[in-house]
């Protein structure tokens, strides 16, 4: 009974977080989903620990084939305040990431990792490569309908 009622809730969660990430995906790139709830996380102030943890500014290409131009850039801030996520290139980042929407997508699904996508040619990465290290998927929720739904309430 307990797990029925789980269930339940889990798929209202996940009916009711579906509206709110499509209206707020402006590029339809899976990615921007991604980018969104760590937006959201960050705007509701559950950043501390990351801040604490990571202290780097980052920078994310997203492209829509390997070797293609970036459809889209992200700049994260992970040293100041609460820290952000904005859709715009960043000014002075200490990491910078390159990938397709899709290998973003598989490595924030723990699919691979970090490593597995530099070494395989899945993601680039320039700058700092003791800081691009810090920066993992693993610090945010899940992209998950349920955390999309907790967080959507937040500004962005």
Not at 49 to 56: A, H, L, M, S
Not at 134 to 146: G, H, I, K, V, Y
Request: aromatic share 8%; charged share 20%.
């Amino acid at each position: 009974m307990v797990n029925l009622e789980k269930q339940k809730e889990a798929e209202e969660a996940a009916a009711k977080a579906k509206p709110a990430a499509a209206a707020v995906n402006k590029s339809g790139l899976a990615s921007e989903n991604i980018f969104n709830l760590m937006s959201a996380f960050l705007a509701g102030g559950h950043g501390a620990d990351i801040i604490k943890k990571v202290n780097g500014t980052y920078g994310f290409n997203v492209l829509l084939k390997k070797g293609g131009k970036p459809v889209a850039v992200w700049s994260i801030d992970l040293k100041n305040g609460n820290g952000f996520v904005k859709q715009t290139k960043p000014a002075d980042v200490d990491a910078t990431f390159t990938m397709t929407d899709e290998h973003f997508v598989q490595l924030c699904a723990g699919k691979f990792n970090g490593q597995t996508a530099f070494m395989t040619g899945k993601m680039k990465i320039k700058g700092n490569m003791a800081a691009a290290t810090r920066f993992t998927p693993d610090l945010f929720p899940e992209a998950t309908p349920e955390n999309m739904a907790k967080y959507a309430g937040a500004k962005m």
